[in-house]
């Protein structure tokens, strides 16, 4: 599907990160972008920037999700495209031992549940509802083609490290639906894949020290450097573009496999 002046676009997570890198690779070719974010500051700006609009959006809740959409189709008509970047993560051992007293506590649940529903289950939701909207399109080639949906997971979903028990399965359930849900739309020519990144340079990392940088440089086989947002907006292009690209889950890592600390 040719992304251009004709094609409406939404991204969550759209304020910073790879959320944004993809907003500005959709707006660059043209297309009309809704940025889903719960930072209003920046997504404000950027959706300014960019000529398109921001709708305040907390992905767990089904009735904020809706009026996202709605005002994103209000002011661009029904998107075509859907880019999954929302996203949380937390770090806990599933059981770990206390250093002053020796008590022994576990992985609080209610943290558990929050990562999966920001991750999985908001996910999910934005590609329910999207969906739902792009099946009432025209086709825009002889093939039936609607729309095409990217979602992000993380290397964690194969290869995740100490304390990453939620974060790794929240990840690991959006590679496993990417399929499933590829299949449930195939009648209604809407495509859906997934990338997953490895360590990338977003604003998860500024604040670390410098030595701490290096050591993630070093960690990579090839090349030796974090993940610029660019990259990922590069491979999300594709995935949105090249019409034969379907239910596929491919990593954006530099050949980095996570040891487990």
Same mark, same amino acid.
């Given at each position: *599907?040719?992304?251009?002046?004709?094609?409406?676009?939404?991204?969550?997570?759209?304020?910073? +990160?790879?959320?944004? %890198?993809?907003?500005?690779?959709?707006?660059?070719?043209?297309? =009309?972008?809704?940025?889903?974010?719960?930072?209003?500051?920046?997504?404000?700006?950027?959706? =300014?920037?960019?000529?398109?609009?921001?709708?305040?959006?907390?992905?767990?809740?089904?009735?904020?999700?809706?009026?996202?959409?709605?005002?994103?189709?209000?002011?661009?008509?029904?998107?075509?495209?859907?880019?999954?970047?929302?996203?949380?993560?937390?770090?806990?051992?599933?059981?770990?031992?206390?250093?002053?007293?020796?008590?022994?506590?576990?992985? /609080?649940?209610?943290?558990?549940?929050?990562?999966?529903?920001?991750?999985?289950?908001?996910?999910?939701?934005?590609?329910?509802?999207?969906?739902?909207?792009?099946?009432?399109?025209?086709?825009?080639?002889?093939?039936?083609?609607?729309?095409? !949906?990217?979602?992000?997971?993380?290397?964690?979903?194969?290869?995740?490290?100490?304390?990453?028990?939620?974060?790794?399965?929240?990840?690991?359930?959006?590679?496993?639906?990417?399929? $499933? !849900?590829?299949?449930?739309? *195939?009648?209604?020519?809407?495509?859906?894949?997934?990338?997953?990144?490895?360590?990338?340079?977003? $604003?998860?990392?500024?604040?670390? $020290?410098?030595?701490?940088?290096?050591?993630?440089?070093?960690?990579? /086989?090839?090349? =030796?450097?974090? +993940?610029? /947002?660019?990259?990922? %907006?590069?491979?999300? *292009?594709? *995935? !949105?573009?090249?019409?034969?690209?379907?239910?596929?889950?491919?990593?954006?890592?530099?050949?980095?496999?996570?040891? /487990?600390?």
């Amino acid at each position: *599907m040719q992304v251009d002046t004709t094609i409406s676009a939404v991204v969550t997570g759209g304020a910073s +990160g790879l959320g944004e %890198a993809t907003a500005r690779a959709l707006a660059a070719k043209g297309a =009309k972008v809704a940025i889903f974010d719960m930072n209003a500051e920046k997504g404000e700006a950027v959706a =300014k920037e960019l000529g398109g609009v921001f709708c305040e959006v907390n992905v767990t809740s089904e009735e904020s999700v809706d009026a996202g959409f709605a005002k994103a189709r209000a002011a661009h008509g029904q998107e075509r495209v859907l880019v999954n970047c929302a996203g949380i993560g937390n770090a806990a051992k599933t059981v770990s031992r206390s250093k002053e007293d020796g008590s022994i506590r576990h992985f /609080p649940l209610d943290a558990f549940n929050l990562v999966i529903q920001v991750n999985l289950v908001g996910t999910f939701r934005c590609i329910a509802k999207s969906a739902a909207g792009m099946v009432t399109l025209d086709p825009v080639d002889e093939y039936g083609e609607r729309g095409a !949906i990217v979602n992000t997971a993380s290397v964690a979903a194969e290869d995740g490290q100490i304390g990453q028990a939620a974060y790794s399965a929240s990840k690991g359930g959006v590679v496993g639906m990417t399929l $499933p !849900i590829a299949r449930d739309l *195939m009648n209604e020519g809407i495509r859906v894949n997934t990338i997953l990144p490895g360590i990338f340079h977003t $604003p998860l990392l500024f604040g670390l $020290p410098e030595k701490a940088i290096e050591a993630l440089n070093a960690s990579v /086989p090839f090349p =030796k450097r974090l +993940g610029q /947002p660019s990259e990922y %907006a590069q491979l999300a *292009m594709t *995935m !949105i573009e090249c019409g034969y690209f379907n239910g596929e889950d491919v990593r954006l890592d530099g050949a980095i496999r996570m040891a /487990p600390r």
